[in-house]
Antibody, heavy 118, light 111 residues
Framework: QVQLQESGPGLVKPSETLSLTCTVS????????CNWIRQTPGKGLEWIAY???????NYNPSLRSRVTISADTSKNQFSLTLNSVTAADTAVYYC????????????WGQGTLVTVSS | NFMLTQPHSVSESPGKTVTISCTRS????????VQWYQQRPGSAPATVIY?????PSGVPDRFSGSIDSSSNSASLTISGLKTEDEADYHC??????????FGGGTKLTVL
């Protein structure tokens, strides 16, 4: 069964860069759209970006200027970097997979809380 | 660009039926499939409906989805409510360029 695990610092200082990695087991990331989604405390979900086949990327226009998504198929991992963070970027960050022929985010990591604070 | 608007909260009694709406502003609700996710406290979301009205295996048939072009909205209906259905529910769809869009989420209380 497919499992995802987010990893990365839980605390980032304002103006610095947030970096997270999602490690996937039980399936190859090459078969999926690999997504990052975040949820601010007490608020709704926000789609951030996806990468497919290690080359095709798509970004939320509201975050595009600060976000990069990448993948390492040899490690079956994909990553997120978010530059110039502010307190508004404090959120639970989820990685999630969508099958190439599907529309739903079928597999999710447990989520990791990232707090932006000095 | 479009938005998906959900009621902030709904409540209903065990055994009853509840419907949660998701209204699209900008473009037709039928333009792109709608998904629904259940999120219990402290857990990641999980799909309960995909492609407007399809249930993943393991999701009870008490959960159903539909779209209504006249109101430009999607709906999630849960019948025979159980206390375990108490959770946040999020609708989700896509822009034409495959960018994801979520609704604000609805807190369902079963009391």
């Amino acid at each position: 069964q497919v499992q995802l695990q987010e990893s990365g610092p839980g605390l980032v200082k304002p103006s610095e860069t947030l970096s997270l990695t999602c490690t996937v087991s039980g399936g190859s990331i090459s078969s999926y759209y690999c997504n990052w989604i975040r949820q601010t405390p007490g608020k709704g979900l926000e789609w951030i970006a996806y990468i497919y086949n290690s080359a095709s990327t798509n970004y939320n226009p509201s975050l595009r200027s600060r976000v990069t998504i990448s993948a390492d198929t040899s490690k079956n991992q994909f990553s997120l970097t978010l530059n110039s963070v502010t307190a508004a970027d404090t959120a639970v960050y989820y990685c999630a997979l969508r099958q190439s022929s599907g529309r739903n985010f079928a597999y999710w990591g447990q989520g990791t809380l990232v707090t932006v604070s000095s | 660009n479009f938005m998906l608007t959900q009621p902030h909260s709904v409540s209903e009694s065990p055994g009853k039926t509840v419907t949660i709406s998701c209204t699209r502003s900008g473009g037709s609700i039928a333009s792109n499939f709608v998904q629904w996710y259940q999120q219990r406290p402290g857990s990641a979301p999980a799909t309960v409906i995909y492609d407007d009205n399809q249930r993943p295996s393991g999701v009870p048939d008490r959960f159903s989805g539909s779209i209504d072009s006249s109101s430009n909205s999607a709906s999630l209906t849960i019948s025979g409510l159980k206390t375990e259905d108490e959770a946040d529910y999020h609708c989700q769809s896509y822009e034409s360029n495959s960018q994801g869009v979520f609704g604000g989420g609805t807190k369902l209380t079963v009391l």
